[in-house]
T-cell receptor
Framework: QKEVEQNSGPLSVPEGAIASLNCTYS??????FFWYRQYSGKSPELIMF????GDKEDGRFTAQLNKASQYVSLLIRDSQPSDSATYLC??????????FGSGTKLNVKP | GAGVSQTPSNKVTEKGKYVELRCDPI?????LYWYRQSLGQGPEFLIY????????DSGLPNDRFFAVRPEGSVSTLKIQRTERGDSAVYLC???????????????FGPGTRLTVL
């Protein structure tokens, strides 16, 4: 079983701050990495994907991948109360098998 | 359709009964996945279809679970002799294909909440 580990939280940040979410994975062969946001009672919605080492930015979101350290992170700048949700890290193997972490709950306080 | 759809949204059944859960993927998506999500956990992989065939069913917990995708579009997850431990949200996701350059990016349906009494 390939492991994807996330701190369950909750992570609390004030509105306007940077939220930093982290994920580690066990399989060095993993090839694709995803961040999903899941509101309570809803299904996961895609925020970002990243395949290569380094940073990838999309609006207020930046994904960071370090394959040598088997580590992927998500930074949310200018956090808003509407960002309060559970953030799921997913790791893809052979582009057709995906393992999810248990998620980190983020609370953004107004 | 515009997104992945799943029916029913909620299903309550009694222990020992048979249930079918349906997934209609995004038009043109050849890859389809079933996951199970329990409270406080991330989605757990069950089965993956590429076209009509089950390319990987290693996540199915036992032989009570079976899934089909006869025409390469709609898929049905079938659970026989349901048990209380089967209670969870069953999520379906689809992607363009299975490969790099974002073709493996999955989009999820709203899920079916299954409750086994």
């Amino acid at each position: 079983q390939k492991e994807v580990e996330q701190n369950s939280g909750p992570l609390s940040v004030p509105e306007g701050a940077i939220a930093s979410l982290n994920c580690t994975y066990s399989d060095r062969g993993s090839q694709s990495f995803f961040w999903y946001r899941q509101y309570s009672g809803k299904s996961p919605e895609l925020i970002m994907f990243i395949y290569s080492n380094g940073d990838k930015e999309d609006g207020r979101f930046t994904a960071q991948l370090n394959k040598a350290s088997q580590y992927v992170s998500l930074l949310i700048r200018d956090s808003q109360p509407s960002d309060s949700a559970t953030y799921l890290c997913a790791v893809g193997y052979n582009f057709n098998k995906f393992y999810f972490g248990s998620g980190t709950k983020l609370n953004v306080k107004p | 359709g515009a997104g992945v759809s799943q029916t029913p949204s909620n299903k309550v059944t009694e222990k020992g009964k048979y249930v079918e859960l349906r997934c209609d993927p995004i038009s043109g998506h050849t890859a389809l996945y079933w996951y199970r999500q329990s409270l406080g956990q991330g989605p757990e992989f069950l089965i993956y279809f590429q076209g009509t065939g089950a390319a990987d069913d290693s996540g199915l917990p036992n032989d009570r679970f079976f899934a089909v995708r006869p025409e390469g579009s709609v898929s049905t997850l079938k659970i026989q002799r349901t048990e209380r431990g089967d209670s969870a949200v069953y999520l379906c996701a689809s992607s363009l294909g299975a490969g790099p350059s974002s073709t493996d990016t999955q989009y999820f349906g709203p899920g079916t909440r299954l409750t086994v009494l």
